[in-house]
Nanobody
């Protein structure tokens, strides 16, 4: 059974940066796409982008383009979400999820495995 563990969240000031990590366990890393999502209090969980671990190609939703960057380390079976120029509106719980065998981002209900999330709070 696969398992994902997010880390790297915390409190940061407006304009600051954070790098979130998604460590993948007990899955064949290169066979999965990893998506990142976030959920703010009282709001739906929304997608930010995804990366195909087979070759590192990444895709971004409009809300993430220009400020967020996805990367992966195939030796550590870990995907990273670098977030720059953070704003208070970025405050949310951030989740990663794994989807087998499909390149490109998919709907939230398509993913096979989810992590527990990591909290990001951006102060003004």
């Amino acid at each position: 059974e696969g398992r994902l563990v997010e880390s790297g969240g915390g409190l940061v000031q407006r304009g600051g940066s954070l790098q979130l990590s998604c460590a993948v366990f007990d899955l064949t890393f290169e066979d999965y796409a990893i998506g990142w999502f976030r959920q703010a209090p009282g709001k739906e969980r929304v997608g930010l982008g995804c990366i195909w671990n087979g070759d590192g190609t990444s895709y971004y939703e409009a809300s993430a383009k220009g400020r967020f960057t996805l990367s992966r380390d195939i030796l550590r079976d870990t995907v990273y979400l670098q977030m720059n120029s953070l704003k208070p509106d970025d405050t949310a719980r951030y989740y990663c999820a794994a989807l087998w065998g499909i390149r490109g981002c998919q709907g939230i209900n398509q993913y096979d495995y989810w992590g527990q999330g990591t909290q990001v709070t951006v102060s003004s």
